[in-house]
C-alpha cells in the first residue's frame, strides 16, 4: 500500500518533493531536536492523486489522515474532537517550491460550540478561547468556503465601534461571544448551511481546499512565472496548534537570520504580544522589532537566537523562521530559505563564501538568475508604491519602473522628451515607426501584442519598462484619451507603470535609481569562470553595443538592420527605394543609405573592440516602411515628383494578407538583389576601415534571414560573395567573413544538413520558429493564451519561455544536422529566448555555441549559462 502521509519524526530535509519544502523542514527540526509542535504531513503525491481522482480524496489516504491523527493525539496527550481539552491543528500548504501567499493558513482548527466552551474552563482563559474561535470561524470561512474576508471584518469593527474597543484584544469574552454569533448568522446567509460542526469535517475540508488552492487563479500565474511545473501539487501540514493569544505572556512573529532586503547579517523581524500569525502581517497592530524581545522576554530571546543560528548553520543560508510563545514557551513554527530581493541575494551568497558557508558554485546555484532585473532596472519607492492606485494590469514586457505624462503618438512622445518631461507612450500597439518616440519615453504600454511583440522587444533592448496587451484598455488615440479602471486618462495625465508585474497605476509614482554594487561584478566574475556558453546581445545601435559590453556581453549575436533606417533623415531613402520603379531609380536611393549603415556598422565595430557581430539583413516586409501619416506621404510625393495619389496606391499596393510569412527576409534579396549589395557594401567597408584605423581584428558576420531552401541560401549568398570580393579588391584587403542563416522556419530546420551545405553558422530565430510552428501570431496570442493557461492546456507563455518539447526538438535536430554536416559551424540563439534561464539551460544542453539576448538580460544569461554547466557537472 503507498504512504501518503508521514509523521514528522518519519521525515528529513531531502523528502522535499515528496513532503515540500514546508514539511521536509519541519521533518528536519524534529530530527535536530528543536521544539517543534508536532504534526504530520500528507503528501504531493496524494495532491496529484486527489486531480487524477476527480478531485476527490481516496478512502486510502483518508484513513491514512486519521491515524496519522491518532499518533498526533498520543504525543500530544489529547484528542481531536474532545469537548473539554480539544486537541486543536493548523492546517497549511507547503509546495515543494516555495510559494508564498498562495493559500492562506487555517489555525484552531477542532474547535465548535460545545469544545469551544469546554476549552474555556479548560484554560482558564474565556477570552483566549472565544477569540481562538472566532478567529478559526474567520480563516474556514474564508479559505475553504471562499467567503469574503469583508463580511467578517465589518462585523469585527462595529462591534469595536461599539465596545468603544481599539483593538482586537480589547474585547471581553462575552463581545467575542456576540462576534461569533454574527460570524455563524453570515455564514448561513451566505452558505446555505450552518457552520460545520464535526472537526473531522473540518479537517478534510481543509485538506481539500489546499489541494484546490493548487490550482486557483494566483497560483497558476505564480507558477508560470517562476517556471514551476503543474504537476508538482502540494503537500498539506497539520500541525498541532500552539497559542500566542493566551496573553501577555505569549506572542507569536516573523524573523529572518539576516534582512532580506538589504542582506545585511543580523537577526531582523517583528513579533506582537497576545496575538497569532496572521496579525503579524495584518496591519491591524503595529508589530514590535525583534530585538524588543531581549526586554519583555529574554530567556525566550536567548533561546530563539541560539536556535535562528543553530538553523542557519545548518541550512547554510539565510532562513525565514515563524515563532509563537506560549505562556513563555518558545515554539519554532516552520523555517524556509527566505525569499530575499535581487541586492541581498548577492549580498548574502558573497557573505557565505566569505564565512565558508557555502563555495562559489554553491553561491552560484543559490541566485535566481531571473531576479538580477532588479539591479539593472529602476524600481518604485517602496513607500510611495505603497499609496499608489492600481487601475490595471497586463503582461509585463520589459522589466522597470516609469512614471511620466501620457502621450499617444511618437512625434507627441519625442517633443514633450526634448521639452525635458518624462514620458509614457501609450499606444494601441507599436510598430517600427514608433522608434523614435519609444526611445524618448520612460515607459510604453500598449493596448495589444505580447511578451515578444514589437514594443515589448525594442523595449527591453533599450531597457525601456514595458507594459503590453491591456485588452481592459479603451483607446481613442486621435482623442488621445483612453480608460482604464474607471479612470479617463487624456494626454498630460501622469500614470506609472512597473514593467516587472504588468501593474499599471494612477498619477505620479516616485522612482529610485538602480544601483550595481561591487558584489554583482563578483557575481558575475564566478558565474564565466564556470559557463562554457557564450553571452552576446541583440543590439542595433552603437550605444546599445555599449551598454552591453559593459554588462558583459562577448558580442553582436543580433544586428537588426531594419532599425537603422528609421530616423527622420534615413526614412524617405528607404521609402524612395521601395516605392521607385526601375532597378536604377531603387539602386540610386539605396546609395544615399550606404554612408549612413556604415557608418552605424563603424561606430559599433569600434565599440566591441573586435568582438564578433552577426548583421541580420534586411527582414520586415517592406510595408512597415512606407507612410501612413497625409503628410508624410505628400512630402515623399514632392521628393519623387509624384502625387500624393500615385504614392498612397503604391503604398497601398504593399498590403499583404499575412505580412509575417509574406514578402520579407532573404525573399527581399531574391526580389530586389541591390538591397543585398548594398548591405554587403555597408558591412564590409566599415569593417576594412575600422581595422585599418583601429587594428581590431573583425570577421564579419553575415546572416540571410527567413531561408527555408538551400538555393534559397546560395542564391543570396552569391550575391554577398561578388559584392564582398569586388569591395575587398577595391580596398586591398584580405578581409575574413562569414555568411550564415537564420534558422526561423520548420523547413530549415528539417533541411539543415543541406542548408549547412552553404551556411557557416546557423542562429535560431526562436521568436519565429516558436510562432511558425505553433501557427500563432505572438502579437495576438495574448487574445486567448489565458484561457489555455486556466485549461491547463499550456502551463506558460511560448514566447517567453522556450517550447523545449515542441520548438526545441527542431532546435536539437537542426543543430545536430548541421554538425553532421559542417564540423565546426557555429550555432547560437538570437530570440527573446536567450535571456531566458530555463531556455539558457536547454541551449547548454543541447550543445549551442552562444545565446543573444537584450542588453540588460545579458548578466541574466551569464548566471543562468554557469548554473547549467555546474548542474551538468554535478549529474
Excluded at 42 to 62: F, H, L, M, P
Excluded at 292 to 319: G, S, T
Amino acid at each position: 500500500m503507498a504512504k501518503w502521509v508521514y509523521l514528522f519524526k518519519e521525515g528529513k530535509a531531502d523528502m522535499k518533493n515528496l513532503l515540500g519544502g514546508k514539511g521536509a523542514n519541519l521533518a528536519e527540526m524534529t530530527n535536530l531536536g528543536l521544539p517543534i509542535p508536532q504534526g504530520f504531513t500528507v503528501t504531493t503525491e496524494a495532491c496529484t492523486d486527489y486531480y487524477n481522482s476527480g478531485k476527490r480524496i481516496t478512502d486510502e489516504i483518508q484513513t491514512q489522515i486519521f491515524d496519522a491523527l491518532s499518533e498526533l493525539e498520543k504525543i500530544q496527550g489529547k484528542k481531536f474532537g474532545d469537548t473539554q481539552d480539544p486537541l486543536l491543528v493548523s492546517v497549511r500548504s507547503g509546495a515543494r517550491a516555495s510559494m508564498p501567499g498562495m493559500m492562506d493558513t487555517i489555525l484552531n482548527l477542532g474547535l465548535n460550540d460545545v469544545a469551544v466552551e469546554g476549552f474555556a474552563q479548560k484554560t482558564g482563559n474565556p477570552r483566549f478561547a472565544y477569540d481562538s474561535y472566532r478567529r478559526f470561524i474567520q480563516m474556514f470561512s474564508d479559505v475553504v468556503m471562499e467567503m469574503s474576508k469583508t463580511f467578517f471584518e465589518g462585523i469585527l469593527d462595529e462591534i469595536k465601534e461599539a465596545k468603544g474597543a481599539k483593538f482586537d484584544t480589547d474585547l471581553t469574552a462575552d463581545d467575542l461571544k456576540e462576534v461569533i454569533a454574527k460570524y455563524k448568522a453570515i455564514y448561513q446567509e451566505k452558505m446555505g448551511e450552518e457552520f460545520p460542526q464535526d472537526p473531522k469535517v473540518q479537517l478534510m475540508e481543509a485538506v481539500k481546499a489546499v489541494f484546490r488552492s493548487w490550482d486557483n487563479p494566483r497560483a497558476i500565474v505564480y507558477r508560470r512565472m517562476n517556471d514551476i511545473p503543474g504537476d508538482w501539487g502540494t503537500a498539506v501540514n497539520v500541525q498541532a496548534m500552539v497559542f500566542g493569544n493566551m496573553g501577555n505572556t505569549s506572542g507569536t512573529g516573523v524573523a529572518f537570520t539576516r534582512n532580506p532586503s538589504t542582506g545585511a547579517k543580523g537577526i531582523y523581524g517583528e513579533y506582537l504580544i497576545n496575538a497569532q500569525g496572521e496579525d503579524v502581517v495584518a496591519g491591524i497592530r503595529t508589530p514590535l522589532p525583534i530585538t524588543r524581545l531581549e526586554e519583555d522576554m529574554p530567556e525566550c530571546y536567548k533561546e530563539f537566537m541560539e536556535i535562528a543560528n543553530k538553523l542557519e548553520n545548518h541550512y547554510r543560508d539565510m532562513q525565514d523562521m515563524e515563532f509563537t510563545i506560549q505562556e513563555g514557551k518558545l515554539y519554532f513554527l516552520q523555517t524556509r530559505s527566505g525569499k530575499r530581493t535581487a541586492p541581498a541575494a548577492i549580498q548574502i551568497a558573497c557573505d557565505l563564501v566569505d564565512e565558508g558557508k557555502i563555495t562559489e558554485e554553491e553561491a552560484i546555484l543559490r541566485l535566481d538568475a531571473k531576479s538580477l532585473d532588479q539591479l539593472l532596472h529602476p524600481t518604485f519607492d517602496p513607500a510611495a508604491l505603497k499609496a499608489g492606485e492600481v487601475i490595471g494590469s497586463a503582461l509585463p514586457a520589459s522589466p522597470g519602473a516609469a512614471a511620466g505624462k501620457v502621450y499617444f503618438t511618437a512625434d507627441d512622445a519625442k517633443e514633450a522628451g526634448e521639452r525635458g518631461e518624462r514620458v509614457i507612450l501609450v499606444r494601441l500597439e507599436t510598430s517600427p515607426e514608433d522608434i523614435e518616440g519609444m526611445h524618448a519615453a520612460q515607459g510604453i504600454l500598449t493596448v495589444r501584442g505580447g511578451m515578444t511583440s514589437h514594443a515589448a522587444v525594442v523595449a527591453r533592448g533599450m531597457g525601456t519598462a514595458c507594459v503590453s496587451g491591456c485588452g481592459e484598455i479603451k483607446i481613442n488615440e486621435e482623442a488621445k484619451v483612453f480608460e482604464l479602471g474607471g479612470h479617463k486618462i487624456v494626454e498630460g495625465d501622469y500614470i506609472s507603470l512597473d514593467g516587472s508585474t504588468g501593474k499599471i497605476y494612477l498619477g505620479d509614482i516616485k522612482t529610485v535609481e538602480a544601483s550595481v554594487g561591487g558584489n554583482f561584478g563578483r557575481i558575475m566574475e564566478w558565474a564565466d569562470k564556470f559557463r562554457t556558453l557564450k553571452v552576446r546581445t541583440n543590439a542595433d545601435t552603437p550605444a546599445d553595443t555599449a551598454n552591453a559590453v559593459k554588462l558583459g556581453a562577448e558580442g553582436i549575436g543580433l544586428c537588426r538592420t531594419e532599425h537603422m533606417f528609421f530616423e527622420a533623415d534615413r526614412i524617405p531613402k528607404i521609402r524612395k527605394m521601395i516605392l521607385s520603379d526601375t532597378v536604377e531609380a531603387r539602386e540610386a536611393a539605396l546609395n544615399e543609405l550606404i554612408p549612413f549603415q556604415k557608418a552605424d556598422f563603424k561606430a559599433m565595430y569600434e565599440v566591441l573592440e573586435g568582438k564578433p557581430m552577426t548583421v541580420r539583413y534586411l527582414d520586415p516586409p517592406l510595408h512597415e516602411f512606407v507612410p501612413t501619416d497625409p503628410e508624410d506621404i505628400k512630402a515623399l510625393a514632392d521628393d519623387m515628383g509624384l502625387t500624393p495619389e500615385q504614392v498612397k496606391a503604391k503604398c497601398d499596393e504593399l498590403h499583404e494578407f499575412n505580412p509575417m510569412m509574406g514578402h520579407r527576409g532573404c525573399r527581399l534579396a531574391v526580389t530586389y538583389p541591390e538591397i543585398a549589395r548594398m548591405q554587403t557594401r555597408a558591412v564590409i567597408e566599415a569593417a576594412i576601415e575600422v581595422k585599418e584605423e583601429k587594428g581590431y581584428d573583425i570577421v564579419p558576420e553575415i546572416m540571410i534571414p527567413l531561408v527555408g531552401e538551400k538555393k534559397e541560401l546560395k542564391f543570396v549568398k552569391d550575391i554577398v560573395v561578388e559584392t564582398a570580393e569586388a569591395v575587398k579588391k577595391e580596398k586591398g584587403s584580405d578581409i575574413e567573413y562569414h555568411i550564415g542563416t537564420m534558422i526561423e522556419i520548420p523547413r530549415a530546420a528539417l533541411l539543415a544538413n543541406e542548408i549547412a551545405e552553404e551556411a557557416e553558422f546557423f542562429s535560431f530565430g526562436t521568436n519565429d520558429l516558436t510562432q511558425m510552428t505553433f501557427g500563432f501570431s505572438r502579437d495576438d496570442a495574448g487574445k486567448f493564451l489565458d484561457s489555455y493557461y486556466k485549461a491547463k492546456i499550456y502551463e506558460s507563455d511560448p514566447f517567453a519561455r522556450l517550447d523545449q518539447s515542441g520548438v526545441g526538438q527542431l532546435v536539437k535536430m537542426a543543430a545536430e544536422k548541421g554538425r553532421a554536416q559542417r564540423a565546426d559551424i557555429k550555432l547560437g540563439i538570437c530570440g527573446e529566448h536567450g535571456g531566458d534561464p530555463s531556455s539558457v539551460e536547454f541551449c547548454h544542453k543541447v550543445g549551442l555555441n552562444y545565446v543573444s539576448c537584450s542588453p540588460f538580460r545579458v548578466p541574466i544569461a551569464r548566471l543562468a549559462a554557469a548554473q547549467a554547466a555546474i548542474a551538468e557537472s554535478r549529474q
